[in-house]
């Protein structure tokens, strides 16, 4: 053989004519037919008869990529000899035939081939944001190219590609409650396979919390996870960063949140514990307490200067006055209503000889705290 070149399930072989035999002994016949055996891993796999006397090549086909296969050429002549000469032996009768010997082996590999497409692709769900996937890892018989060069992509539609050396991946940072249709495709490095497809959905957010009732003290909220309760192991409600219950797996349950700031905003929500033991908290709901009266004013004095700090009017209005209450053993000697103001001057009111007692007040349009 002189030459040969293959794809990845075909190979052409090229050869020149055997020389007629130069001895006297020797009956001389043209070649009239090939024969070309093609074997693999030492085992003959195919035969392939050439019928074209004249034709020196051969298109062998439906062979497997990335093969290692080894060919040997047989030619014959009309008495079916090849490269052995055919004697002369009256004892015998007449000619003996000998066999016929092949060319030397030849080997050549089949080029890379289109991969198997990933086998058995499952996708579980993990939490609102993250999609596991695995599937069969593809075999070196199934990659048809280098098991060293094997890849796997991963492509959720709509989203940028990722890539895998192992027969699983997860995806994150995907939207919450949403349906997404993910391919995946094993590569040798030189050709892809075509895509195996699955699709998946995100679990939602937990529920946020509905309101219920408030008092200016007190918020009461319903958490219902019927919806989510395949998917759910427990969860909590917290209030602006701070736990508020314990864990619960009831379905719907009523939580009522006390001690709270008069007119005061809090962010209530629920955090919730998923079946893959994945934690998630909901988006808040922002609830103000009711208005209420002013709360009580802290007092200090300078000298003679009666001072406060700013007061907490608890209503959307400011504080419309103060009231000041100065008693001396148990009875009331004086009362001051003061207005926008943050001190008062005692010197005129009260005696340095007497000890007295001083409450300040404050109002707002609701009432007196």
Known sequence: MQQAS?????????WGKPPLSSDCQNLDFPTLSYVVDVMQSQQPLLSFPNTTTLDTQYFVNRLMPYLDYTIVLYAYNQYTVAFRPIFYKPEFGGIVLSPPSGSNPYSISTTEGVPVAPQGLNASTIDANTVHLSWYPTS?????????????????????????????????????STLYTILVITSNGVLNSTATMVNANT????????????????ITVMVNVTFMRNITTSYQIKVSNEWYSESTSDLVKNFTINGLQVYSAYSIFTVLTYTSNDVQKSLPIDVWTDFGVPGAPHISIEGNLLMWENVKSNHNDSITQFRLLIELHGQTRNTTFLTEQSYFDLCKTINDAEVYSLTLFAQNVIGEG
């Open 6 to 14: 293959s794809t990845n399930t075909t190979i052409l072989i090229k």
């Open 140 to 176: 070196p018989e199934d990659l048809y190219g280098d098991y060293t060069r094997l890849i796997y992509y991963i492509q959720p539609l709509g989203l940028q590609s990722e890539s895998s050396l192992y027969a699983n991946y997860t995806i994150r940072g995907l939207n919450i």
């Open 203 to 218: 679990w939602p957010l937990p529920p946020s919390p509905v309101l219920l009732n408030k008092t200016n003290m007190s």
